[in-house]
Protein backbone atom coordinates (compact mmCIF):
# COMPACT_ATOMS: atom_id res chain seq x y z
CA UNK A 1 0.00 0.00 0.00
CA UNK A 2 0.98 3.41 -0.84
CA UNK A 3 0.82 5.83 2.34
CA UNK A 4 0.11 9.26 1.90
CA UNK A 5 3.60 11.03 2.25
CA UNK A 6 2.10 13.58 4.78
CA UNK A 7 0.91 11.61 8.08
CA UNK A 8 1.87 8.05 7.20
CA UNK A 9 -1.42 6.97 7.85
CA UNK A 10 -3.50 3.63 7.46
CA UNK A 11 -5.84 4.74 4.99
CA UNK A 12 -4.24 4.72 0.96
CA UNK A 13 -4.57 8.50 -0.82
CA UNK A 14 -7.77 9.51 -1.82
CA UNK A 15 -7.42 8.72 -5.29
CA UNK A 16 -5.20 5.98 -7.45
CA UNK A 17 -1.72 7.64 -8.39
CA UNK A 18 -1.90 10.13 -5.51
CA UNK A 19 0.34 10.30 -2.78
CA UNK A 20 -1.18 12.43 -0.38
CA UNK A 21 -4.76 12.94 1.19
CA UNK A 22 -6.37 16.01 -0.29
CA UNK A 23 -7.29 17.02 3.89
CA UNK A 24 -3.18 16.63 4.45
CA UNK A 25 -2.67 18.99 1.79
CA UNK A 26 -5.11 21.43 2.76
CA UNK A 27 -3.83 21.05 6.53
CA UNK A 28 0.22 22.16 5.83
CA UNK A 29 -0.26 24.07 2.31
CA UNK A 30 -4.06 25.44 2.86
CA UNK A 31 -4.12 24.70 -1.43
CA UNK A 32 -6.12 21.43 -2.47
CA UNK A 33 -3.17 19.93 -4.93
CA UNK A 34 0.09 19.79 -3.53
CA UNK A 35 2.83 22.12 -4.53
CA UNK A 36 5.12 21.49 -6.95
CA UNK A 37 9.17 21.61 -6.60
CA UNK A 38 11.16 22.86 -9.60
CA UNK A 39 14.48 22.66 -8.07
CA UNK A 40 16.18 19.99 -8.25
CA UNK A 41 19.18 18.67 -6.09
CA UNK A 42 22.41 20.32 -7.50
CA UNK A 43 20.62 23.69 -7.95
CA UNK A 44 19.05 24.26 -4.52
CA UNK A 45 20.38 27.07 -2.99
CA UNK A 46 20.66 25.99 1.39
CA UNK A 47 22.54 27.31 3.93
CA UNK A 48 24.55 24.23 5.97
CA UNK A 49 25.51 24.75 9.79
CA UNK A 50 29.27 23.45 10.35
CA UNK A 51 30.09 20.01 12.08
CA UNK A 52 31.37 20.76 15.86
CA UNK A 53 32.56 17.55 17.83
CA UNK A 54 30.35 15.02 18.33
CA UNK A 55 28.29 13.81 14.84
CA UNK A 56 25.32 16.03 14.15
CA UNK A 57 23.35 14.89 11.55
CA UNK A 58 21.36 17.58 11.68
CA UNK A 59 23.61 19.92 11.55
CA UNK A 60 24.98 18.88 8.12
CA UNK A 61 21.19 18.61 6.36
CA UNK A 62 21.31 21.39 3.98
CA UNK A 63 18.18 23.74 5.17
CA UNK A 64 16.38 26.14 2.27
CA UNK A 65 13.98 28.42 3.13
CA UNK A 66 11.06 28.06 1.06
CA UNK A 67 6.97 29.86 0.28
CA UNK A 68 4.44 29.12 -1.84
CA UNK A 69 4.30 30.83 -5.18
CA UNK A 70 1.89 33.51 -5.59
CA UNK A 71 -0.52 31.05 -7.74
CA UNK A 72 -0.23 28.80 -4.98
CA UNK A 73 1.10 25.66 -7.42
CA UNK A 74 4.73 25.54 -6.50
CA UNK A 75 7.53 26.23 -3.68
CA UNK A 76 9.73 28.46 -4.37
CA UNK A 77 13.08 29.68 -2.52
CA UNK A 78 12.00 32.32 0.05
CA UNK A 79 15.07 35.00 0.82
CA UNK A 80 12.50 36.31 3.11
CA UNK A 81 8.90 35.97 4.51
CA UNK A 82 9.32 32.29 4.32
CA UNK A 83 6.68 29.78 5.56
CA UNK A 84 8.46 26.36 4.99
CA UNK A 85 11.75 25.06 5.36
CA UNK A 86 13.45 22.14 3.11
CA UNK A 87 15.58 19.48 3.83
CA UNK A 88 16.72 17.62 0.84
CA UNK A 89 18.42 14.55 0.96
CA UNK A 90 22.51 14.14 2.37
CA UNK A 91 25.18 12.40 0.60
CA UNK A 92 26.98 11.28 3.75
CA UNK A 93 23.79 9.50 5.23
CA UNK A 94 21.13 7.89 3.24
CA UNK A 95 17.28 8.81 3.22
CA UNK A 96 17.53 11.28 6.11
CA UNK A 97 14.59 12.98 4.67
CA UNK A 98 12.69 9.66 5.14
CA UNK A 99 13.64 9.21 8.65
CA UNK A 100 12.97 12.18 9.88
CA UNK A 101 9.53 12.77 9.01
CA UNK A 102 9.36 8.75 10.16
CA UNK A 103 10.34 9.68 13.43
CA UNK A 104 8.68 13.04 13.86
CA UNK A 105 5.67 11.34 12.60
CA UNK A 106 6.15 8.41 15.91
CA UNK A 107 6.88 11.52 18.23
CA UNK A 108 3.40 12.78 16.79
CA UNK A 109 1.86 9.32 17.81
CA UNK A 110 3.32 9.81 21.78
CA UNK A 111 1.78 13.07 22.20
CA UNK A 112 4.34 15.77 21.33
CA UNK A 113 4.03 18.34 20.05
CA UNK A 114 5.16 18.68 15.99
CA UNK A 115 4.91 21.35 13.18
CA UNK A 116 2.99 20.18 10.00
CA UNK A 117 5.39 18.12 7.45
CA UNK A 118 5.65 15.67 4.74
CA UNK A 119 7.57 15.01 2.38
CA UNK A 120 7.53 15.99 -1.54
CA UNK A 121 9.75 15.24 -4.54
CA UNK A 122 12.11 17.54 -6.12
CA UNK A 123 12.55 17.95 -9.93
CA UNK A 124 15.12 14.98 -9.74
CA UNK A 125 12.74 12.43 -8.30
CA UNK A 126 14.34 13.01 -4.79
CA UNK A 127 12.33 13.12 -1.99
CA UNK A 128 12.72 16.19 0.53
CA UNK A 129 11.61 16.88 3.97
CA UNK A 130 9.07 19.88 4.08
CA UNK A 131 8.43 21.74 7.62
CA UNK A 132 6.32 24.44 8.10
CA UNK A 133 7.70 27.07 10.24
CA UNK A 134 6.53 27.18 14.06
CA UNK A 135 8.26 30.64 14.92
CA UNK A 136 5.50 32.57 12.73
CA UNK A 137 2.17 34.28 13.70
CA UNK A 138 -0.18 37.29 12.45
CA UNK A 139 -3.11 36.92 9.97
CA UNK A 140 -0.50 36.47 7.14
CA UNK A 141 2.23 34.81 9.54
CA UNK A 142 4.36 37.65 8.66
CA UNK A 143 5.29 37.96 12.10
CA UNK A 144 8.26 35.79 13.84
CA UNK A 145 7.85 34.75 17.45
CA UNK A 146 10.74 34.78 19.58
CA UNK A 147 12.96 32.23 19.87
CA UNK A 148 16.02 30.96 21.75
CA UNK A 149 17.77 27.81 21.52
CA UNK A 150 19.09 25.98 24.98
CA UNK A 151 22.86 26.57 24.29
CA UNK A 152 22.14 30.48 23.88
CA UNK A 153 19.99 30.34 27.19
CA UNK A 154 23.05 28.32 28.51
CA UNK A 155 25.14 31.28 27.70
CA UNK A 156 27.27 28.86 25.74
CA UNK A 157 29.39 29.50 22.56
CA UNK A 158 27.87 27.30 19.44
CA UNK A 159 30.80 24.79 19.56
CA UNK A 160 29.34 23.69 23.72
CA UNK A 161 26.11 22.28 21.67
CA UNK A 162 27.09 18.33 22.73
CA UNK A 163 28.90 19.50 25.89
CA UNK A 164 25.02 20.01 28.03
CA UNK A 165 23.36 17.40 29.93
CA UNK A 166 19.59 16.66 30.76
CA UNK A 167 19.75 18.28 34.16
CA UNK A 168 21.13 21.36 32.75
CA UNK A 169 17.97 21.33 29.79
CA UNK A 170 15.52 20.65 33.04
CA UNK A 171 17.38 23.82 34.91
CA UNK A 172 16.91 26.41 31.87
CA UNK A 173 13.41 25.20 31.34
CA UNK A 174 12.83 25.57 35.73
CA UNK A 175 14.50 29.22 35.07
CA UNK A 176 12.56 30.40 32.08
CA UNK A 177 9.41 29.23 31.52
CA UNK A 178 6.45 30.76 32.72
CA UNK A 179 4.80 27.33 33.42
CA UNK A 180 7.48 25.62 34.56
CA UNK A 181 5.82 22.37 36.00
CA UNK A 182 4.07 22.07 32.30
CA UNK A 183 7.19 22.43 30.60
CA UNK A 184 9.16 20.47 32.59
CA UNK A 185 6.66 17.38 31.93
CA UNK A 186 6.93 18.57 28.34
CA UNK A 187 11.04 17.80 28.41
CA UNK A 188 10.67 15.20 30.06
CA UNK A 189 8.62 13.79 27.26
CA UNK A 190 10.48 15.06 24.79
CA UNK A 191 14.18 13.64 25.59
CA UNK A 192 12.24 10.06 26.67
CA UNK A 193 11.05 9.83 23.15
CA UNK A 194 14.53 10.75 21.91
CA UNK A 195 16.28 8.16 23.33
CA UNK A 196 13.21 5.63 22.69
CA UNK A 197 13.91 6.48 18.97
CA UNK A 198 17.69 6.42 18.86
CA UNK A 199 18.11 10.15 18.51
CA UNK A 200 21.48 10.67 19.40
CA UNK A 201 21.76 13.95 17.89
CA UNK A 202 19.54 15.95 21.06
CA UNK A 203 21.84 18.55 21.99
CA UNK A 204 21.30 21.63 22.83
CA UNK A 205 20.82 23.60 20.16
CA UNK A 206 18.30 20.72 18.70
CA UNK A 207 15.90 22.33 22.15
CA UNK A 208 14.45 25.84 22.12
CA UNK A 209 12.18 27.85 23.94
CA UNK A 210 9.52 29.78 21.97
CA UNK A 211 7.55 33.12 23.62
CA UNK A 212 4.02 32.82 22.44
CA UNK A 213 1.75 35.63 21.91
CA UNK A 214 1.23 35.82 25.27
CA UNK A 215 4.74 36.55 26.71
CA UNK A 216 5.18 33.22 28.47
CA UNK A 217 8.35 31.09 27.01
CA UNK A 218 7.15 27.80 26.78
CA UNK A 219 9.34 24.83 24.74
CA UNK A 220 8.98 24.71 21.15
CA UNK A 221 7.66 22.08 19.29
CA UNK A 222 9.75 19.33 18.66
CA UNK A 223 12.38 19.55 15.74
CA UNK A 224 15.47 17.78 14.07
CA UNK A 225 14.38 14.14 15.10
CA UNK A 226 16.26 11.71 13.62
CA UNK A 227 17.08 8.10 14.35
CA UNK A 228 20.74 8.89 14.24
CA UNK A 229 21.60 4.90 15.56
CA UNK A 230 20.96 3.35 12.34
CA UNK A 231 24.05 5.28 11.02
CA UNK A 232 25.91 3.80 14.14
CA UNK A 233 25.75 6.72 16.24
CA UNK A 234 24.37 5.01 19.82
CA UNK A 235 25.06 7.46 22.27
CA UNK A 236 23.12 10.52 23.51
CA UNK A 237 24.29 14.07 23.34
CA UNK A 238 22.58 14.78 26.59
CA UNK A 239 23.34 12.75 28.93
CA UNK A 240 21.15 11.29 32.28
CA UNK A 241 23.61 11.93 35.07
CA UNK A 242 26.81 10.38 33.94
CA UNK A 243 24.86 7.57 31.37
CA UNK A 244 24.60 8.16 27.39
CA UNK A 245 23.36 4.82 26.66
CA UNK A 246 21.82 1.94 27.95
CA UNK A 247 19.26 3.06 29.98
CA UNK A 248 16.35 1.49 31.91
CA UNK A 249 13.48 2.55 33.42
CA UNK A 250 14.80 3.22 36.61
CA UNK A 251 17.49 5.97 35.59
CA UNK A 252 14.41 7.60 33.28
CA UNK A 253 12.04 7.40 36.40
CA UNK A 254 15.16 8.72 38.81
CA UNK A 255 15.64 11.74 36.55
CA UNK A 256 12.33 12.41 36.35
CA UNK A 257 11.92 12.73 40.14
CA UNK A 258 15.57 14.14 41.17
CA UNK A 259 15.22 16.91 37.88
CA UNK A 260 12.03 17.49 36.36
CA UNK A 261 10.10 17.64 39.47
CA UNK A 262 7.73 15.01 38.12
CA UNK A 263 6.31 12.34 40.74
CA UNK A 264 7.43 8.66 39.96
CA UNK A 265 4.43 7.61 39.54
CA UNK A 266 2.94 10.61 36.96
CA UNK A 267 6.68 9.90 35.33
CA UNK A 268 6.22 6.33 35.39
CA UNK A 269 2.61 6.85 33.33
CA UNK A 270 4.27 9.39 30.46
CA UNK A 271 6.71 6.21 29.88
CA UNK A 272 4.20 3.68 29.77
CA UNK A 273 2.03 5.87 27.24
CA UNK A 274 4.38 5.79 24.90
CA UNK A 275 5.36 2.23 25.49
CA UNK A 276 1.67 1.75 24.59
CA UNK A 277 2.32 2.93 20.89
CA UNK A 278 5.19 0.62 20.36
CA UNK A 279 2.57 -1.43 17.82
CA UNK A 280 1.48 1.54 16.34
CA UNK A 281 5.22 3.11 15.65
CA UNK A 282 6.27 -0.60 14.27
CA UNK A 283 2.95 -0.17 11.68
CA UNK A 284 3.95 3.61 10.96
CA UNK A 285 7.36 2.57 10.11
CA UNK A 286 6.34 0.00 7.97
CA UNK A 287 4.46 2.27 6.02
CA UNK A 288 7.24 4.83 5.59
CA UNK A 289 9.05 4.83 2.23
CA UNK A 290 12.89 4.14 3.99
CA UNK A 291 14.31 1.31 2.02
CA UNK A 292 13.58 -1.79 4.03
CA UNK A 293 17.10 -2.63 5.49
CA UNK A 294 17.00 0.97 7.31
CA UNK A 295 13.16 0.31 8.46
CA UNK A 296 13.72 -2.85 9.94
CA UNK A 297 17.01 -1.42 11.98
CA UNK A 298 15.07 1.23 13.14
CA UNK A 299 12.01 -1.12 14.00
CA UNK A 300 14.86 -3.49 15.95
CA UNK A 301 16.09 -0.61 17.77
CA UNK A 302 12.23 0.61 18.97
CA UNK A 303 11.65 -3.14 19.85
CA UNK A 304 14.76 -3.46 22.05
CA UNK A 305 14.24 0.02 23.39
CA UNK A 306 10.65 -0.75 24.48
CA UNK A 307 11.74 -3.90 26.25
CA UNK A 308 14.92 -2.27 28.34
CA UNK A 309 11.81 0.68 29.26
CA UNK A 310 9.14 -1.64 30.49
Not at 90 to 99: F, K, T, W
Not at 271 to 282: E, H, I, Q, W, Y
Request: hydrophobic content about 35%; proline content about 5%.
Amino acid sequence: MRACLICLGESPPDDSGRRYHRACVRQLFGVEEAPRIGLDLLHLPARIEPEIGKMSISGMQRKALMRLSKDRSCLEVAEKSSRYILKPQLERYSHVPENEHASMRIAALTGMQVPRLGLFYLADGSLAYVIQRYDRTGRKKRSKLHQEDFCQLAGRPAHERGQGTAAECATLVARYCGEPRVELRRLYQHLLVAYWIGNGDLHLKNLSLLRSEDGIYRLAPAYDLICTWIYGDKTLALPLGIRNRDLRRHHWLDFAEQHARLPRAEAAAILDAMLDRTSDALALLRRSPMPEELRNSYARLLKKRSRALE
